[in-house]
């Protein structure tokens, strides 16, 4: 198996990690907001890297370090508090810093990314344009939600 596949296989797993555990624990009723908010950008990295593309790769390995770093810090803040919920933590913390060096910092991983996106189809690079182009409108209406809250915020005090 290599290194693609592995980070393919990883990430997805990371994804059915954070639903499963919350979908365990409360239902969907009780889903929290930011185990919503971190299986959705696990997930859009998946599809980026899947559709080979670079913003997604570099983007996601960066923020796959930093969930990492912090899941594991809370784990180390807390060292007291043993709990079945804290190794979770650590181990989600884990799996994200191993999963975000092997898209950064791998280079058999990014020999194959490169060899693939070489010999991909027409149909997943218009795909992958496609796929950007949707994410940058998805933050831009983020963006906007946020300043017209904002300016709201502000006329009301």
């Known amino acids: 198996m290599n290194h693609y596949r592995i980070a393919l296989a990883l990430t997805l797993a990371l994804v059915l990690l954070v639903v499963g555990l919350f979908l365990y624990l409360g239902g969907v009723a009780r889903f929290p907001r930011s185990a919503v908010t971190l299986s959705s950008l696990t997930f859009v990295v998946l599809l980026g890297l899947w559709l080979q593309s670079y913003i997604f790769r570099y983007c996601g390995g960066v923020l796959f370090l930093v969930l990492g770093g912090l899941f594991i810090w809370q784990t ?24 975000g060096v092997i898209v950064l910092f791998s280079k058999p991983f990014a020999v194959e990314f ?17 796929f950007v182009i949707a994410v940058g409108v998805a933050i831009l209406i983020a963006l906007y939600n946020d300043v017209l809250y904002l300016v709201h915020l502000w006329i009301g005090s």
């Open 76 to 99: 180390y803040s807390e060292l007291g508090q043993t709990s079945a919920l804290q190794a979770y933590w650590f181990i989600l913390g884990a799996l994200y810093l191993f999963d």
């Open 114 to 130: 490169e060899r693939l996106r070489t010999t991909q189809s027409k149909h997943k690079a218009r795909l992958r344009k496609v």
